[in-house]
């Protein structure tokens, strides 16, 4: 499909959208946590998909009544994550719509990852020169469900919110593109192309 006839611009989630990095971070997770005694059921993981990782620490620390140096439990999971990045493959279907749009569209990436995270896994799937923007975790005080990240993603590429297409795997990711008023494509409904690849 070409959305250039129907949107101004598109803006693709990292995590699960561009890559299929998701079981590879549960890893992460699992390992890191359980170092500390914080417990973190795999489908509570998927629900939490798009918060970044100090705020999800944060949250299961508070629940399990657990104490710990949040930024360094989070940084020793991002250490782990990059351990393995070179097992993070694409996510074809998502991919193709990315190159079958360069230079016909304005593209971001917008995630709640942390910059550096991101920028390391675009670069492993060679897609790093697509888009024009990338918003992180950094760059804004409110993460996904709130707009933030989506409505600033738009405003550097110079497009109404209006005028987006977002491409998300998680329900948090959605609503966050919603309440930007932004219109989206769930990628978990994607099948991968029928030639097997990029």
Known sequence: MNY?????????????????????HYVAWRTTLARHGIEFPEDRFYEMGGIPTDKIIEI???????VGDV????????????ETIGDVEPNRPVCEIAIGHHRRMPMAVASGGIRSVVIDQLIRIAMRDYFETIVAAEDTALHKPEPDVFLEAAKRLGVSPKGCLVFEDTDIGIEAARRAGMDFVDVR??????DGGF
Do not use: N, W, Y
């Not at 930024?71 to 990059?82: G, H, V």
């Not at 409904?189 to 029928?194: E, F």
């Open 71 to 82: 930024a360094a439990i989070a940084a020793e999971k991002e250490r782990a994550f990059l």
């Open 189 to 194: 409904t994607m099948a991968p192309p029928a």
């Open 60 to 66: 299961l620390s508070l629940e399990q009544g657990v």
């Open 4 to 24: 250039d006839q129907t949107h101004q611009a598109l803006i693709f989630d990292c995590d699960g959208t561009l890559t299929d990095s998701m079981p590879i």
